[in-house]
């Protein structure tokens, strides 16, 4: 029985041309600026994302701690969204090693920030007050299901900074995706941050990182502090050789995954029971399944090879990427349905 892994597209294996790539790559000490696999992989982020220079990092919570620590003072106040992968998944980092703190505001069923609430949050000059020192904000939306926010929803972030002199910083850990669904280039959603951060271990299948770009004064500052945080890697040309394969070859591709994300959904909504919360917009699927205990659902669908997450909140999560063909979509529907039919 073969294994359809749809919990993440973090389980995505390096494809085979990828491991010639990091077989073959020219390595020197990064920390010395020396690697010439990871100055181009650099370079290249840097224009994909329309930003003067990037930084490679081990991992998403890497980049968005380490542009927290670079855009910020201790016992400063970050504004984002309730809903946020900062918020929910990165440890604390923020208030645990960068001694800020994480004011939250309501993000909508899109993943949107609500901008009255954010305004509102935004410290006034008073000797009594902590500072505000950045707005984050969050494309594709991870946990309101891939959501995508378009570049008005961008613009209008950008607006309220600007009229309290605020940087902006993105995470973008699938800020492709969002680019793909909505048909321009990634650098057209990162100009209304200071900062974007997206990830080479999702959707393009690396097996390891992350890149934070921005402006070259910015990731000077970066590059400190990734160093503190223990992110100075010597010859990490051999996982940016990945990377750079990944931005040549793995982006176009993304259109398979929000593909078979759509085909996924239709399939499950026509089964009896299941809601979509909400339609995909990406390449993540999240639904309910009326009558079910969703850990429940999730051990019983393992059992039979369709792998989930379920969300702790009655939700079940399924992600497509390159490990899942059209094949195994149609497999993990008929799963679901004699399941689901079969009752709970
Ligand atoms: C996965 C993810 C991250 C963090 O990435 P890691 O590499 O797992 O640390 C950050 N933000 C969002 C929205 C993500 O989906």
Redesign the pocket.
Known sequence: MKTIDLRSD?VTLPPPEMRKAIAEAKLGDDVFRDDPTVNRLEEMAAEVMGKEAALFTT????S?LTAMLSHCQRGSEVILGDES?IVH?EVGGAFALGGLGLRTVPNDEQGRLDLAQARHTIRSRDVHFPVTSLICV?NTH?RCGGTVLSEDDLAAVRALADEHDLPVHL?G??LLNAALALGVPASQLAQYADSVAF?L??GLACPVG?VLCGGGEFIRRARQFRKMLGGGMRQAGIIAAAGVYALESMVDRLADDHENARVLSDGLSSVPGVALAPAPQSNIVFFTVEGWDQGELERRLGAQGVLCLSEGDGRIRMVTHCGIDDGDVEQAVAIVRSLVAAGA
């Open positions: 973090t991992s998403g919570t890497q968005n992968h998944y969050e991870n995470d850990a699938r990830s271990c999702k992350s």
